[in-house]
C-alpha cells in the first residue's frame, strides 16, 4: 500500500487526530522548483509531502544536478533535522507542492504525544535507504532503457501496492530533464528511450500520468523486485525497531555507573505498539 495509508495504519486513533491536526496547521504551498531546504543550511522544519512531489538533489558548482529521491504524498522528509547542524542536499518541488513544515520544537512534542511515530520514522528512513540502495545499482549497473524502466516501476509501484494492476496509471509529475537527472543520462537519451519503452512495453507519459499496459513486460526488462519496498512489512519493521525507544533497566555493579539509556531515549518516551 502507498506510504500514507502504511503510516495511518500504525497510529492509534488518538495519534492519528493529533497527527493529522499538526499537518493541517503546518501546511505550506510551494511553486514549481521552490527549495524547502538548500544544502549547507541549518535544517529548520520536519516536510511530510501532503500534495505534490518532493526531490532531494545535489548540485555541482558547474550546475549539473542528480537528483538523489522522490518524497510522494504521506512521505516524510529531513528527518535529519534531528541530528545534522548543516543540510548536506537540497530539498525542492517537482510541480506544485503542499508540505507540512513542521519545527523541531513541535516535532519532538508531536513525538511524545505520539510514541508509535518514532517507529514509523524509523521505519521510513530504513526504507528511504533501500531505494537508495537501488537507484545506486541502476547508475552503477543497468544500461538506459532498464533505468528508465526501473524508475517507473517504482513509481508505479508506489503508487499502488506490492501488487498492481498490469495495466493502469498513476500520476507522473517529472519532466524529461528530471527523469535525466534521478538516472545519470542525458535528456535526449531519455527521450530516446522513453520512445523505445513505448514500443516493446506500451509505456504511455502525458499530462501527467503514466500510462503502463504491460507492467509485467516492464518489470521484467528493469529487473524489477518490489522487496525492496518493504510495504507488507511496515507492522511487524516498526515492532521489531519498538527496542530502540523503551528504557534500558540495568542494575550497576559496585563501583559503577548505571549504563546509560539509548539516546533516542532522550526525546521520544517508551511505548510498544
Known sequence: MPFREILDSLLTPRERIAWEACLARNARDHGK?????REGE?????HVVLDGWAQKYKQLPDGRRQILALYLPGQLCDLDLFTV???????????RLCVAEIGRAEACDLLHRCPSLSQIFCWSELVAGAIQREWMISIGQRNAQERVAHLLCELYVRQHGKTPPNAGACDFLLTQWQIAEATGLTQVHVNRTIQELRRCCGVEIRQLRLELSDFEGLAALASFNANYLHFNEAPSAAER?????EPVETVAPLGRLPLAAPILQASVPARRM
Open 33 to 37: 522548483g521552490a527549495d524547502l531546504t
Open 42 to 46: 541549518r535544517p529548520r522544519a520536519l
Open 241 to 245: 525497531v519498538a527496542p530502540l525507544f
Open 85 to 95: 547542524s548543516r543540510s548536506d542536499h537540497s530539498l525542492a518541488a517537482v510541480r
